[in-house]
């Protein structure tokens, strides 16, 4: 299954409905968090994902983006530096992700244009929020693809589709070394 949603794992599809937020950092709570289940990479190679949402907060108002990542937490990896962010340095080696949610976090925003012309909000960079700085909206959500519950209603409809796919799909297992 190749898709553009594999071509960069922090690469953020909006809905054309939807207004891109603004370049920049934003002050950002963690909103939600997908347990995407072990899929087929861009590489053909299965891979753990793990979706992000986070509600920033710019001069335009409230807006929402979200983040594919591979869920490791290997030295430099993304999921490993967004956990850092949001809760300080790790000392174990397991942390339940569920304790992201709610957390404020900064998120810096770039738009790229696509292979096809248009242009999307990816997801730079997430880091600690800076001392002082208020965070964003409070809407939770946890989703896990092994619960049998359907994607929640409240996600964008790609984003539910996507879900349901996945959700859908055979999961992969993968060899313990």
């Known amino acids: 299954m190749h898709n553009a949603l594999y071509n960069n794992p922090v690469e953020i599809l909006i809905e054309s409905t939807v207004q891109k937020p603004p370049e920049g950092i934003h002050p950002a709570k963690i909103v939600a968090i997908y347990d995407l289940g072990t899929v087929e990479g861009w590489d053909g190679k299965p891979v753990r994902q793990i979706s992000l949402t986070y ?15 591979k869920a490791t937490t ?28 709610g957390k404020a976090v900064a998120v810096g925003v770039v738009h790229k244009t696509t292979s096809r ?14 001392h002082g700085v208020p965070p964003a909206g409070t809407g939770l959500i946890v989703w896990k693809r092994s619960s049998g519950h359907p994607p929640p209603a409240s996600m964008p409809t ?20």
């Open 55 to 69: 509600r920033l907060n710019s001069e335009h108002g409230e807006s929402d983006i979200s983040q594919c990542v």
């Open 74 to 101: 290997a030295p430099r990896s993304t999921l490993l530096t967004i956990i850092e962010a949001a809760i300080g340095p790790v000392r174990s080696s397991t942390v339940p992700l569920h304790q992201l949610v």
């Open 117 to 130: 012309g248009s242009e999307i909000a990816v997801v730079g960079r997430v880091t600690r929020l800076r």
């Open 158 to 177: 790609w984003v539910r589709k996507k879900m349901t796919e996945w959700a859908d799909a055979p999961v992969v297992k993968v060899a313990d070394k």
